[in-house]
């Protein structure tokens, strides 16, 4: 069975960087497209980042230019590095892996992220 964990969640200043890991066991994560999404209280689930198994990235809006999604595919590991955080990216951080043929989705327990001074 597919199982993702995340980490390196945590308390940040604003302006200031964390690096989110999300590890993959009981497949190679060669298999799936890679995304990290986000969760804040009150709110709905929305996407942050994907990597697709060729390594494509894409983006939402709100962190272009500050969140770099990235794979390493020997780990079996997907990364999210974000820089400039800021307190409106406060949320519980979630990483997915969906099978690029059977569609299959799975999810992490999520890694909480708290951006204040």
């Known amino acids: 069975q597919v199982q993702l964990v995340e980490s390196g969640g945590g308390l940040a200043q604003p302006g200031g960087s964390l690096r989110l890991s999300c590890a993959v066991s009981?497949?190679?994560?060669?298999?799936?497209?890679m995304g990290w999404y986000r969760q804040a209280p009150g709110k709905q689930r929305e996407l942050v980042a994907t990597?697709?198994?060729?390594?494509?990235?894409n983006a939402a809006d709100s962190v272009k230019g500050r969140f770099t999604v990235s794979r390493d595919n020997a780990k079996n590991t997907a990364y999210l590095q974000m820089n400039n955080l800021r307190p409106e990216d406060t949320a519980a951080y979630y990483c997915?892996?969906?099978?690029?043929?059977?569609?299959?989705?799975?999810w992490g327990q999520g890694t909480q992220v708290t951006v204040s001074s």
């Open positions: 997915n892996a969906e099978h690029w043929k059977l569609l299959i989705k799975y």
């Open positions: 009981g497949n190679s994560i060669n298999f799936y497209n």
């Open positions: 990597i697709t198994r060729d390594g494509t990235t």
